[in-house]
């Protein structure tokens, strides 16, 4: 699923990323801790965290993640932004919880998947 | 061969930059898929763990034809019981680093995990010294995709009088000078006009003319208003709207309508993108993001260059665009496999055009658009020449420049207007516009096309797909670049040292050719 209807379907602000970068996400992974995140990390794989350290964005270019949702609306730093803007990351605020954020975008993946086969 | 990086402990701002700079090098001998992916997590925790715990480590990668071997060594308190540390959820992370998420005490255990052999060793107050190795056996088969080809560049060596200039000028390096006269290495060229500008024996062109259709009613001529301006030098342009006309052409647009409207679209996007933002306004210079500067793909705009998308924007018409550069030529030449899109030289064009404007006009029977330049914001920043580019390029790399908000680049001095291939200086042709334009009408229908192939890094320059053989070679380039003066004279006929080594360990010249290390030097 594009990422970008994806972001629709949590109500998210999108603050980073390209225009160009119609990025199918195919699965979601939640996580507060970055050896988690980066173990999951992939190149159709949305992290969401509440997490919004550079270190963030350096994995997500590491592992070519093509984007990443913070959760409860808590906007990213100026910094953040800045970083994921260089690497070409988009950054979603979802205004959902983690849990919340993840059990809405799993239930969107699932349904989209059911829709194309 | 092998690799190392410095790791500097405490450095939260840096931290992974090493294991980035590893991934780059990884990519270059085409390293990918699963494999890379665990060298990522396994170098980024051993990263992580000297940045977090320690004051100083280095991180060596030793690659053979089997093995990927990743050491780190730091200069740490060291680990008292190495079986607890091994055991997820154990940390003695500070604060700080597990407020920033690290600390969960995985760091370990995920590199193990993903290292087929593991080994650590530790000396308390002394440091600590990990050894992960990963079999590169399980690679994927490699398949090397082929850099698309930005090869339409024609070359007449025999008018050679081997002068060396374009030898300095070619902006990747990919012209190399023989006794038969120059060749070019065709996954480095990025098909930009810089050893057409500057040869004055006409060595380099664009490849034998194309005829212009025989049939042209209705049809639409796409030409930069440099060309116009060429051709008219200084008369009115109007007798070569009315040779335009004669040829058969219906209507005559600028290529800088589409210039325009891609600078438009992309500022709009300005405020949600990579900084600089670079409008693809020049094809050779979306080439040469891709061959040599691939970290700043993600700062190119999702757009196709101007002249493509004129290519496109008449569906139902036949369409004549005049390309600039060999990478105009390449570009079109892909997408004019149909009767409606036909791709033009100047020097057939003009051929064509000139017995017909001899005559004095007789009237407007042909009008030619008006394109509005926006002076853009001042963050907005415009760099034309191939030796200006380049610089700005890397100034954009190192991040010098993210205050910028669109870096207007193209590789023609002057833009696609002043292309050498029928301008001989941007100055002059903007004054032959001015002079000669003498009809004004402002359109503004032109639009963008959105990209249907996604940027890639251009993998032309991969020294070979069995990876063992990339990393032997990578090796012996690098022992002989050592080796060789390093006066970058190109009496070898490669414009600097460190392309005569990559030319001689792949067997494209002789370290004899070196004159002044002849003897010295073998690869």
């Given at each position: 699923?594009?990422?970008?209807?994806?972001?629709?379907?949590?109500?998210?602000?999108?603050?980073?990323?390209?225009?160009?970068?119609?990025?199918?996400?195919?699965?979601?992974?939640?996580?507060?801790?970055?050896?988690?995140?980066?173990?999951?990390?992939?190149?159709?794989?949305?992290?969401?965290?509440?997490?919004?350290?550079?270190?963030?964005?350096?994995?997500?270019?590491?592992?070519?993640?093509?984007?990443?949702?913070?959760?409860?609306?808590?906007?990213?730093?100026?910094?953040?932004?800045?970083?994921?803007?260089?690497?070409?990351?988009?950054?979603?605020?979802?205004?959902?919880?983690?849990?919340?954020?993840?059990?809405?975008?799993?239930?969107?993946?699932?349904?989209?998947?059911?829709?194309?086969? | 061969?092998?690799?190392?990086?410095?790791?500097?402990?405490?450095?939260?701002?840096?931290?992974?930059?090493?294991?980035?700079?590893?991934?780059?090098?990884?990519?270059?001998?085409?390293?990918?898929?699963?494999?890379?992916?665990?060298?990522?997590?396994?170098?980024?925790?051993?990263?992580?763990?000297?940045?977090?715990?320690?004051?100083?480590?280095?991180?060596?990668?030793?690659?053979?034809?089997?093995?990927?071997?990743?050491?780190?060594?730091?200069?740490?308190?060291?680990?008292?019981?190495?079986?607890?540390?091994?055991?997820?959820?154990?940390?003695?992370?500070?604060?700080?680093?597990?407020?920033?998420?690290?600390?969960?005490?995985?760091?370990?255990?995920?590199?193990?995990?993903?290292?087929?052999?593991?080994?650590?060793?530790?000396?308390?107050?002394?440091?600590?010294?990990?050894?992960?190795?990963?079999?590169?056996?399980?690679?994927?088969?490699?398949?090397?995709?082929?850099?698309?080809?930005?090869?339409?560049?024609?070359?007449s060596?025999g008018r050679c009088r081997r002068c060396?200039?374009c030898?300095?000028?070619?902006?990747?390096?990919?012209?190399?000078?023989?006794?038969?006269g120059?060749?070019?290495?065709?996954?480095?060229?990025?098909?930009?006009?810089?050893?057409?500008?500057?040869c004055e024996s006409a060595v380099f062109?664009?490849?034998?003319?194309?005829?212009?259709?025989?049939?042209?009613?209705?049809?639409?001529?796409?030409?930069?208003?440099?060309?116009?301006?060429?051709?008219?030098?200084?008369?009115?342009?109007?007798?070569?709207?009315?040779?335009?006309?004669?040829?058969?052409?219906?209507?005559?647009?600028?290529?800088?309508?589409?210039?325009?409207?891609?600078?438009?679209?992309?500022?709009?996007?300005?405020?949600?993108?990579?900084?600089?933002?670079?409008?693809?306004?020049?094809?050779?210079?979306?080439?040469?993001?891709?061959?040599?500067?691939?970290?700043?793909?993600?700062?190119?705009?999702?757009?196709?260059?101007?002249?493509?998308?004129?290519?496109?924007?008449?569906?139902?018409?036949?369409?004549?665009?005049?390309?600039?550069?060999?990478?105009?030529?390449?570009?079109?030449?892909?997408?004019?496999?149909?009767?409606?899109?036909?791709?033009?030289?100047?020097?057939?064009?003009?051929?064509?055009?000139?017995?017909?404007?001899?005559?004095?006009?007789?009237?407007?029977?042909?009008?030619?658009?008006?394109?509005?330049?926006?002076?853009?914001?001042?963050?907005?920043?415009?760099?034309?020449?191939?030796?200006?580019?380049?610089?700005?390029?890397?100034?954009?790399?190192?991040?010098?420049?993210?205050?910028?908000?669109?870096?207007?680049?193209?590789?023609?001095?002057?833009?696609?207007?002043?292309?050498?291939?029928?301008?001989?200086?941007?100055?002059?042709?903007?004054?032959?516009?001015?002079?000669?334009?003498?009809?004004?009408?402002?359109?503004?229908?032109?639009?963008?096309?959105?990209?249907?192939?996604?940027?890639?890094?251009?993998?032309?320059?991969?020294?070979?797909?069995?990876?063992?053989?990339?990393?032997?070679?990578?090796?012996?380039?690098?022992?002989?670049?050592?080796?060789?003066?390093?006066?970058?004279?190109?009496?070898?006929?490669?414009?600097?040292?460190?392309?005569?080594?990559?030319?001689?360990?792949?067997?494209?010249?002789?370290?004899?050719?070196?004159?002044?290390?002849?003897?010295?030097?073998?690869?």
């Amino acid at each position: 699923m594009d990422i970008h209807a994806l972001a629709r379907t949590i109500r998210s602000i999108e603050y980073a990323g390209s225009p160009r970068e119609n990025r199918e996400i195919t699965r979601v992974h939640a996580s507060n801790t970055m050896s988690e995140l980066i173990a999951h990390a992939a190149s159709d794989t949305l992290l969401v965290t509440a997490l919004d350290n550079c270190q963030l964005i350096r994995v997500a270019e590491l592992m070519d993640v093509p984007g990443i949702c913070l959760v409860s609306n808590a906007p990213p730093s100026p910094d953040f932004v800045a970083k994921a803007a260089e690497a070409g990351t988009t950054i979603l605020v979802s205004p959902l919880s983690l849990e919340k954020t993840m059990c809405t975008l799993r239930d969107a993946l699932k349904l989209a998947d059911r829709t194309s086969t | 061969m092998t690799l190392s990086y410095r790791i500097a402990g405490g450095d939260f701002d840096s931290a992974g930059l090493a294991t980035r700079k590893l991934k780059e090098h990884l990519a270059r001998i085409g390293v990918s898929g699963p494999i890379l992916r665990r060298a990522m997590i396994a170098s980024y925790e051993a990263e992580m763990n000297v940045v977090i715990h320690a004051k100083t480590g280095t991180l060596w990668a030793r690659l053979d034809d089997t093995t990927l071997d990743l050491e780190i060594a730091d200069e740490g308190p060291g680990i008292p019981n190495v079986e607890l540390a091994l055991r997820e959820g154990w940390s003695t992370a500070s604060a700080q680093a597990r407020q920033m998420g690290f600390g969960a005490g995985m760091g370990l255990p995920n590199i193990r995990r993903n290292s087929d052999l593991f080994e650590i060793e530790t000396r308390v107050g002394r440091g600590t010294r990990i050894r992960s190795t990963i079999r590169l056996s399980q690679q994927e088969e490699v398949t090397i995709p082929r850099a698309e080809s930005a090869m339409a560049l024609a070359i007449s060596p025999g008018r050679c009088r081997r002068c060396m200039r374009c030898l300095f000028t070619c902006p990747t390096g990919a012209i190399r000078i023989g006794s038969a006269g120059p060749t070019v290495r065709e996954p480095l060229c990025v098909g930009c006009t810089a050893c057409i500008g500057e040869c004055e024996s006409a060595v380099f062109g664009l490849p034998a003319p194309r005829l212009l259709p025989r049939d042209l009613r209705g049809a639409v001529l796409v030409v930069p208003r440099g060309f116009l301006a060429g051709l008219s030098a200084g008369s009115s342009i109007q007798r070569i709207l009315q040779a335009v006309r004669r040829l058969g052409f219906a209507e005559i647009r600028l290529a800088e309508e589409w210039e325009a409207a891609l600078l438009r679209a992309a500022r709009e996007s300005v405020g949600n993108v990579p900084r600089p933002f670079i409008p693809p306004l020049c094809s050779a210079i979306v080439a040469l993001v891709e061959s040599r500067f691939p970290s700043l793909i993600p700062h190119l705009g999702p757009w196709l260059p101007p002249i493509e998308s004129a290519g496109e924007e008449f569906p139902l018409r036949s369409v004549a665009v005049l390309a600039s550069c060999p990478s105009q030529y390449a570009a079109l030449g892909k997408t004019s496999l149909t009767d409606r899109l036909h791709v033009l030289s100047p020097s057939s064009l003009a051929d064509s055009l000139r017995p017909l404007f001899a005559e004095e006009p007789t009237g407007a029977d042909m009008s030619l658009p008006d394109v509005t330049e926006s002076t853009g914001d001042p963050a907005e920043v415009a760099v034309s020449g191939a030796r200006h580019v380049l610089k700005a390029l890397a100034a954009a790399e190192a991040g010098a420049l993210a205050d910028v908000s669109l870096l207007r680049l193209s590789l023609c001095e002057g833009g696609c207007s002043a292309s050498p291939l029928f301008c001989p200086d941007a100055q002059l042709s903007a004054r032959f516009w001015q002079a000669g334009h003498g009809l004004r009408e402002t359109r503004d229908a032109a639009g963008v096309v959105p990209r249907a192939r996604a940027y890639a890094q251009r993998v032309g320059m991969r020294l070979d797909p069995d990876m063992g053989q990339a990393i032997r070679k990578l090796s012996a380039i690098d022992t002989l670049s050592k080796a060789l003066p390093g006066r970058d004279c190109g009496a070898c006929g490669a414009p600097g040292c460190a392309a005569f080594a990559e030319d001689v360990v792949m067997g494209a010249a002789g370290a004899a050719d070196c004159p002044y290390a002849a003897k010295e030097v073998s690869p």
